[in-house]
């Protein structure tokens, strides 16, 4: 089971840009597909982009398509989301998390469906 870790989260102004990051430890990473989700205060979390084991895949909510940017580094154990012209809207937690090994090339948005979580990484937008 992989272990999650993001960062790169913080404070940006309306417009603006920030790159998160996952990484993982544990064996097989380029084996998994990666989710990452987001929480903002009292909604429920829910599914922003994810990216199969490859690379090949990229799924993204429709609420973020063409602001975010999913990407891995599979030597680096570390997948990325690149977020641009940020809005107050997209303050929230955000969570990375894994799907099950067997399930590498298929991309999803369901949260029920990923068995590792990291702790989540805050973004704040605001002026």
């Known amino acids: 089971q992989l272990q999650l870790v993001e960062s790169g989260g913080g404070l940006v102004q309306p417009g603006g840009s920030l790159r998160l990051s996952c990484e993982a430890s544990?064996?097989?990473?380029?084996?998994?597909?990666i989710g990452w989700f987001r929480q903002a205060p009292g909604k429920e979390r829910e599914g922003v982009s994810c990216?199969?084991?490859?690379?090949?895949?990229?799924k993204y909510a429709d609420s973020v398509k063409d602001r975010f940017t999913v990407s891995r580094d599979n030597a680096q154990n570390t997948v990325y989301l690149q977020l641009n012209s940020l809005e107050p809207e997209d303050t929230a937690i955000y969570y990375c998390?894994?799907?099950?090994?067997?399930?590498?090339?298929?991309?999803?948005?369901?949260?029920?469906?990923?068995?590792?979580w990291g702790q989540g990484t805050q973004v704040t937008v605001s002026s």
């Open positions: 544990g064996p097989d990473f380029a084996n998994f597909a």
């Open positions: 990216i199969t084991a490859s690379g090949s895949r990229t």
């Open positions: 998390a894994a799907r099950g090994l067997g399930f590498e090339r298929i991309c999803t948005l369901q949260r029920d469906l990923f068995a590792s």
